[in-house]
T-cell receptor, first 116, second 114 residues
């Protein structure tokens, strides 16, 4: 009964390949996010979707394309993988941000991507 | 632009001693502040948050944090550290409006030794 789950947990691939990471949440949340954690453990938001609609897109290369088939799923597709894409990618979800309530984001276990 | 700073890359403390992990913030408007913990090869776990109200916030695993508006700080504390508390701790500030965006600090590695 994992709240936010991601697959795969590990992903090793060659430069130039295309890969996808899947995320699912069973918390009934409306909003989902993708964060990237680099080799220095620095965390930065990439995207956010609310009920299948993109609401945050943080200057991420267009090789990265999020897709939300429904509000419980947010997948991340990466085209033409580069060495610099190696990182841990975290999915998160939260209730819909309604004004100043400071909704908590709950994170998945992460997907460790290594591009060779 | 909002930001958080965690001035210490690593904090070492003996088991049973009190611990403090420091965080300062810079935001326009009211701050919404969070602490998360990351154990090795694991995801981030929510510990606690400050939205409004009492400056002392209690969270999971015996952790608490004190919001200090005049010093723009939100330090994480625990009265008695455990070896199992050893992990990477992140402070974060939430920007509301236009999507909820968490901006994280650089993280502080806590090492609790016997």
């Amino acid at each position: 009964d994992t709240a936010v789950s991601q697959t795969p947990k590990y992903l090793v691939t060659q430069m130039g390949n295309d890969k996808s990471i899947k995320c699912e949440q069973n918390l009934g949340h409306d909003t989902m996010y993708w964060y990237k954690q680099d080799s220095k453990k620095f965390l930065k938001i990439m995207f956010s979707y609310n009920n299948k609609e993109l609401i945050i897109n943080e200057t991420v290369p267009n090789r990265f394309s999020p897709k939300s088939p429904d509000k419980a799923h947010l997948n991340l597709h990466i085209n033409s993988l580069e060495l610099g894409d190696s990182a841990v990618y975290f999915c998160a979800s939260s209730p819909f941000p309604r004004g100043a309530r400071g909704e908590t984001q709950y994170f998945g276990p992460g997907t460790r991507l290594l591009v060779l | 632009a909002q930001s958080v700073a965690q001035p210490e890359d690593q904090v070492n403390v003996a088991e049973g001693n009190p611990l403090t992990v420091k965080c300062t913030y810079s935001v326009s408007g009211n701050p919404y502040l969070f602490w998360y913990v990351q154990y090795p090869n694991r995801g981030l776990q929510f510990l606690l948050k400050y939205i409004t109200g009492d400056n002392l916030v209690k969270g999971s695993y015996g952790f608490e944090a004190e919001f200090n508006k005049s010093q723009t700080s939100f330090h994480l504390k625990k009265p008695s550290a455990l070896v199992s508390d050893s992990a990477l701790y992140f402070c974060a500030v939430l920007k509301t409006g236009g999507g909820n965006k968490l901006t994280f600090g650089t993280g502080t590695q806590l090492k609790v030794e016997l």
